[in-house]
C-alpha cells in the first residue's frame, strides 16, 4: 500500500520507553475480530489475541452494542502485526528521529492494519537509570493498540460526531484496560497522562469548547482531561447517559455549552466535581467477565513461504513511499522464485508491483493469483484496482474497472472496499454519471467500512450533491471537529455551501481520482494551491492539521 502524506489517510503514532525482543517463531492467530500475526511463543501470542477479545467484548459492555445483532463481515477484522522491538516500529513509520514509537494504527476499506513491538527496546548506560525512573509514565505498547481498537470499534459501531475531547478521552479510558484470569480493571489513571493532569486544573469551556488558535493546554485537555471526563461520565452511576443527552442537544443544534448545561446539569457544580476528582485518588473499577474469559482462537503456526513473505508483507501493508515501493519489487520477485505457485507469496507480490505502479505486472500476478484461488477476494481487489488506476489516462478502462468490482463484490458482497471501488468508477465518468446503484453501493461500502476516510469522505460528497447538508456534516464531523486549518476551511466552506456557495466546498471534498500521479512539481503546486485557500479563507491561525 503506496504511503500518501495527505488528509486521507491517518496514522497514528505515540512514543513510549525502552526494553529487550526475542527472535522467535511466527504465529497466524485467528479470532472473532482480530487477525493477528505475531513473531513470538505461541502461548504469548495466544493471550496477546484473547486481551484483545475481552477488549472488544468490554467496549461493547460499556457502550451498549449488540456484538450478536451488529453481525460484521470478516473484512471487519483488524490485522496486527506483533513483532520487535519500537526501533523496529520507529523504521517502519519511517520516523528515525526516534526509536520509541509504541506502534500504529491505518484504517482501510481493503483491510485495516496495526503495527505494535512485542517488546520495549532496553537502554543501557548511565542513561537506563533515568529510562526507568520515567518508564512508568511512557505509554506501553499494547495500551497504543488498545487505545486506537477503541477508534475501530466506535467508527464501527456508534458512528456518532463526538468530539475530539470525548473520542480521545474513551479511547484513553479503555485503552488502560487490566486483564485478570475472570475479571477486568477499567478505570487506572493511565501513566502518561498523570502529568497532565497534576499541572493543568480543569476548565470547562476551555476543554468542551476550545477557541481557535494553539494553546498550550489543547493536548493535555483533549487527551488527560478528555479520560477524566470520559471516566467520569462512564464509571460514575449519577452521570451515565448524560453524553447521550450532550449529543442529542448538539444535534438539536445548541451551542457545545449550552449543551452542556442540558445535559451535565449545573455547570459549576460539574466542573468542581471534576475538579475534585483530578486532585484525588484514582477510581478503578473491578468487573467480571460476562462471557467466556477465553475467547476461542485458532492459532497455526506460519508455512515457510508465508514466513519468508513477512518483511515484503509488513512493509507494504505499513505503507511505502515511492521510492520504497520501487526496492521492493525485487525482493517480490525473488520470493515468487522460490514460491512460484504460493497464494500468500502472490498477494504479497501483487500488492509490491501495484505500490511501484508497474501495473502490467500486478494484473498479471492477480490473474496468476485467482487461477490458483478463483475465490480470492484480495486478488480481485487488486484486479480490479489496476483497471481503475489506468483510467485516469485511458477512460476506455472505467467500464473494464467497474465489471472486476462488481465480480469482487460477488466474491464477498460485504466487504466494503469492492463497493466503494464500484462507486468510484461512476463518480470519474462524471457526477451525471452516479446511478441509484452506485450511490447504494456506497452506502454498503460506509456500512461496512466507517472507519475508512476515503469512503467516508466520498459519502460526504454524494450527499452535498444530492443537497443533504445537514446528513453531510454529521458523517464528515472529523472533517471539520478540530483546530487544525483544514478543518477550518472545511467549516467555513460548509458555511458558504449553505448560503448558496457550493463550489468551493464540493471541490475541496471531490475524492481524487486514484489514478491521478503527482510527481514533486505538482504537488508542491497543490500544497501552495492548499496555502493560498487557507490564508483566503482566514484560517492560519489554526495548529496543525488534523489527518
Known amino acids: ?139 506501553d505498547p499494547r495500551h497504543v493498540l488498545f487505545h486506537e481498537y477503541v477508534h475501530h470499534f466506535m467508527f464501527q459501531h456508534a458512528d456518532a460526531p463526538y468530539p475530539l475531547w470525548y473520542s480521545e478521552g474513551f479511547a484513553e479510558l479503555f485503552g488502560n484496560l487490566e486483564f485478570g484470569e475472570d475479571y477486568f480493571i477499567i478505570g487506572e489513571l493511565p501513566p502518561s497522562r498523570s502529568a497532565s493532569l497534576a499541572r493543568v486544573s480543569i476548565d470547562l469551556e476551555a476543554t468542551l469548547d476550545p477557541k481557535p488558535g494553539r494553546d498550550r493546554y489543547y493536548t493535555d485537555r483533549t487527551y488527560g482531561h478528555g479520560w477524566l471526563f470520559a471516566h467520569h461520565l462512564n464509571i460514575n452511576p449519577e452521570r451515565r447517559g448524560q453524553m447521550t443527552t450532550y449529543m442529542n442537544a448538539i444535534a438539536a443544534g445548541a451551542s457545545r455549552m449550552d449543551a452542556a448545561e442540558q445535559a451535565f446539569g449545573d455547570l459549576d457544580a460539574f466542573e468542581a466535581e471534576l475538579e475534585e476528582f483530578r486532585t484525588g485518588a484514582s477510581r478503578p473499577l473491578r468487573v467480571p467477565y460476562a462471557v467466556n474469559p477465553n475467547p476461542e482462537v485458532d492459532i497455526r503456526r506460519l508455512t515457510e513461504a508465508e514466513e519468508a513473505r513477512m518483511d515484503l508483507m509488513i512493509e507494504s501493508k505499513a505503507g511505502v513511499t515511492e521510492e520504497e515501493a520501487q526496492s521492493l519489487v525485487g525482493q517480490a520477485r525473488r520470493l515468487l522464485e522460490r514460491y512460484p505457485n504460493d497464494e500468500a507469496v502472490l498477494l504479497a507480490a501483487i500488492e509490491a508491483e501495484f505500490d511501484a505502479r508497474n501495473y502490467d505486472e500486478a494484473e498479471a500476478l492477480a490473474e496468476r493469483a485467482l487461477a490458483i484461488n478463483p475465490e480470492s477476494v484480495d486478488a480481485a481487489m487488486y484486479f480490479a484496482n489496476v483497471a481503475l488506476r489506468r483510467s485516469f489516462e485511458d477512460p476506455a478502462q472505467m467500464e473494464v474497472a467497474r465489471a472486476r468490482f462488481a465480480a469482487a463484490n460477488r466474491m464477498e458482497n460485504d466487504h466494503p472496499f469492492p463497493l466503494y471501488g464500484y462507486y468510484l468508477t461512476h463518480l470519474h465518468d462524471g457526477d451525471d454519471a452516479l446511478t441509484e446503484n452506485a450511490k447504494a453501493a456506497l452506502g454498503a461500502a460506509f456500512s461496512y467500512g466507517r472507519h475508512d476516510r476515503g469512503v467516508r469522505q466520498a459519502l460526504v460528497h454524494m450527499l452535498l450533491l444530492e443537497g443533504r447538508t445537514d446528513e453531510a456534516r454529521i458523517v464528515g464531523a472529523q472533517f471539520t471537529d478540530g483546530r487544525g486549518r483544514l478543518q477550518c476551511l472545511v467549516r467555513k466552506q460548509f458555511d458558504e455551501f449553505e448560503e448558496g456557495n457550493r463550489e468551493p466546498l464540493l471541490e475541496t471534498i471531490r475524492p481524487d481520482h486514484p489514478g491521478e500521479y503527482l510527481d514533486d512539481d505538482a504537488r508542491e503546486a497543490r500544497r501552495e494551491e492548499f496555502e493560498a485557500k487557507v490564508e483566503a479563507y482566514g484560517c492560519t491561525d489554526g495548529g496543525e492539521d488534523d489527518a
Not at 445483532?69 to 522491538?85: E, H, I, M, N, Q
Not at 500504529?104 to 537506563?128: D, K, L, T
Not at 526507568?132 to 505509554?139: E, F
Open 1 to 139: 500500500m503506496t504511503r500518501f502524506f495527505t488528509a486521507f489517510i491517518t496514522l497514528f503514532a505515540f512514543v513510549v520507553p525502552m526494553t529487550a525482543a526475542n527472535a522467535n517463531d511466527w504465529y497466524r492467530a485467528e479470532s472473532e475480530h482480530f487477525i493477528l500475526y505475531s513473531k513470538d511463543s505461541e502461548a504469548d501470542t495466544l493471550e496477546f489475541v484473547q486481551d484483545l477479545e475481552r477488549l472488544n467484548e468490554v467496549i461493547a459492555l460499556f457502550t451498549g452494542v449488540d456484538l450478536e445483532a451488529a453481525d460484521l463481515p470478516p473484512s471487519s477484522k483488524l490485522t496486527v502485526f506483533r513483532y520487535g522491538t519500537q526501533a523496529d516500529m520507529s523504521a517502519l513509520a519511517a520516523d528515525r528521529r526516534d526509536s520509541g514509537i509504541g506502534g500504529f494504527y491505518i484504517p482501510r476499506a481493503e483491510g485495516s492494519v496495526a503495527f505494535v513491538p512485542r517488546q520495549r527496546n532496553r537502554s543501557y548506560g548511565r542513561s537506563q537509570r533515568r529510562d526507568n525512573q520515567t518508564r512508568d509514565l511512557q505509554l
